[in-house]
Structure formats: structure tokens, C-alpha cells
């Protein structure tokens, strides 16, 4: 750890003790070098992001959840485990800058964004198949969002 005031990153633990209700572990540590004393708190990274369904109930972000619904989409596609593993990566990371917690329809618009890149034809099953997803207006929006995607190539050969 760096010391705050001499920069040096040469310290000892004087003291660890639970902190936040034990979500975290709070660390007084003291400058070799300055021997000024600062603290550090330590916490468990990633954990409590909550998907809130339409009824307002709430679920723990679940990574099998989400891969389980993209690999029912991509069945008979040339999608492999390892690229819906890495969909699923995509989605946690930008869930949790999100979060700590999301609707189930930004889980699902999520995954939207990356399987439309991937493949076409498991993005519709997913958006179709999808809960949240049942107004005909939410579909035709994503609908849009896809073929604006496609419209860059359709300039470039103009
Ligand atoms: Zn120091």
C-alpha cells in the first residue's frame, strides 16, 4: 500500500478488525518510512447485485441464469459455451458498474447488445422469448437498434 502523506510503499499492519457488519475487514497500517499510521478497508468484491423482476421481487444476479436463456437462444447456432461464457462476462461487468441493482429488462437489453454482434438469429429467440420482453413496442425498438447497426455497411457500398 502507498502512504498517503510520504508515498512510500513500505507499511506494516498494526491492527485488522471486522468493519461494516463484517462485510469488510478494516486495516490500521503504519509508513516505514514516515511511521504515520492510515487506514485501508478490505471488501469482498462483487458480491450483492440484485435483478429486480416486473413484480418487484428481487433475485441475486445469477451468471448461470443469464447463460442458461442465451444457450436455449443459440441452440442448432455456431455459438460456442466459451462465447456465451464471455457474453455473460460482458454483461456481469457492465451490470455492476450499473448496479447494485438492475432490472431483469437491463439483464435482458444487455444481453440483446451483445448476442445482436454474435448472432442474429439467437437475438431474435432471445428478445422473443425473453419475459420481459413481451411488449411488441420494446421489440420493434430493438428491432431498430439492430438494423441501425447494419446501415453503416449499407453506406459504405453506396
Ligand atoms: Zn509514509
Redesign the pocket.
Known sequence: MR??????E??RVVDSRPAEGGAAIRRRRE??????RYTTFERIEGVGLMVVKRDGSKDPFEREKVAAGILKAAKNRPVTRDQVDRIVDRVEDRLRRKGPVVTSQEVGLEVLASLAKLDQVAYMRFASVYKDFQQITDFERELGVLLQKKEPAKRRSR
Open positions: 502512504c498517503p502523506w510520504c508515498k512510500a513500505d507499511d509508513c516505514h518510512s514516515c511511521r504515520r
